[in-house]
């Protein structure tokens, strides 16, 4: 089982995307199972009252690598798959934006850390003007459009610290030349099929956020299909 950030590297190196926590209805591994042994959600160890006493070593663990990866640069970490935290080998990052890669349209959070660099929630509120509801809605479609990752957590301002998000460009030092988007959403399906073993249209639209009707076409393309219980279900060639 993964006990180092060094270990947790080289597992999302090896699988390239991942969720940090288990999701039911998303094909994805985690890296919670990796750590923990087994998806079962043990976080916490609770006296005979169902009280909480602690969290366990693994989760311990956990709750720190995800912000830590990102901040030694081992492994992109942010709300990227599945409007999920999520897990990305650095050498996939170049195809997964150029698959689903946004603009940020003039966003006032985007443009704040363009300028001032890598900032927390709190920072963007006071640097911005903005309510605290509208900076978390900005964070979430910045993260979903792969403009904005995690940066690296900043200690103070509550028990946990601040996360600071930064630009995933500047973060990661994207090359200028992305592969072409239609060839990296069909690498990006052959690999969850290929992880999987087998998908449905809904599957893969619910990792990557893409049009069912788009999402079959490629499996077309990735995979060999049949009709089973009304379904249309795609294998791995």
């Known amino acids: 089982m993964i006990r180092t950030l060094r270990q947790a590297a080289g597992w999302v190196d ?106 927390t929630g709190p920072q963007l509120r006071e640097t911005t003007g903005l309510a605290k509801k509208d900076v978390d809605r900005s964070l979430g479609a910045l993260h979903r459009s792969l403009v904005l990752t995690s940066a690296h957590l900043v200690e103070g301002g509550g028990a946990w610290g601040s996360l600071a998000h930064d630009l995933l460009a500047r973060k990661w030092r994207l090359p200028k030349r992305l592969p072409d988007r239609d060839r990296a959403r069909l690498e990006l399906t052959a690999l969850v099929l290929d992880r999987a073993g087998e998908l449905t249209a809904a599957d893969l639209s619910g990792v990557f956020g893409w049009r069912r009707k788009e999402s079959a076409l490629l499996l077309e393309q990735a995979g060999d299909g049949r009709d089973e219980d009304g379904f249309r279900i795609w294998t791995r060639r």
């Open 14 to 119: 090896e699988v390239g995307l991942a969720l940090v926590f288990p999701k039911a209805d998303v094909v994805l591994p985690s890296l919670w199972e990796q750590v923990n042994g087994s998806p079962t959600r043990d976080w916490s160890v609770r006296d005979a009252d169902g009280g909480f006493v602690r969290w366990t070593e693994e989760m311990g663990f956990l709750w720190s690598a995800k912000d830590e990866l990102p901040a030694e640069g081992l492994v992109c970490v942010g709300r990227h798959l599945a409007r999920s935290v999520s897990c990305v080998a650095p050498r996939l990052l170049p195809t997964l934006v150029a698959a689903n890669g946004q603009p940020d349209g003039g966003d006032l959070v985007a443009e704040a850390i363009r300028v001032h660099g890598p900032l």
